[in-house]
């Protein structure tokens, strides 16, 4: 059953619960302000400082998790097409948030909801090709 989740919910739903913890909820407008803050920061060797942001953090676990979604849609399991369902669910609400919500009018949320929109795409794409396979069209032999 958890294997039809997609996994693209928890970089989402770690967006969710950050702009919840704001003073304002989901019509805070300082949500751009929050994701742009410094946490931490490396030494490069170059002597400049790497500041690393929670939108850098956000956007990185949302393209690890982006690969390996990537790689579940390729196994032909049933849970495969629950989990292109939730997907597109998980878009839909994405992009309602988007528009809605000025707490989630951020560069971060757009590209994460950009790699949900890759992942439904990919998946569906990735299905109809391996399905294609599934099926012979060959010529008719007398």
Request: proline share 4%; net charge negative.
């Amino acid at each position: 059953m958890f294997a039809a989740l997609p996994l693209l919910a928890l970089p989402v739903l770690a967006y969710n619960l950050a702009i919840l913890a704001l003073a304002g909820g989901f019509r805070s407008q300082e949500a751009s302000i929050r994701m742009s803050e410094p946490l931490f920061s490396f030494s490069m060797n170059t002597g400049v400082d790497w500041p690393v942001t929670l939108g850098d953090l956000l956007l990185l676990a949302g393209l690890v998790v982006l690969f390996i979604e990537l790689l579940k849609s390729t196994t032909s399991r049933r849970t495969v097409i629950v989990n292109h369902a939730l997907s597109m669910l998980l878009f839909v609400g994405c992009l309602v948030e988007f528009l809605l919500a000025p707490a989630f009018a951020t560069s971060t949320f757009f590209l994460l909801t950009v790699m949900v929109l890759l992942d439904v795409l990919a998946g569906f794409i990735v299905t109809i090709v391996s399905a294609r396979r599934d099926v012979d069209f060959g010529q008719d032999v007398p």
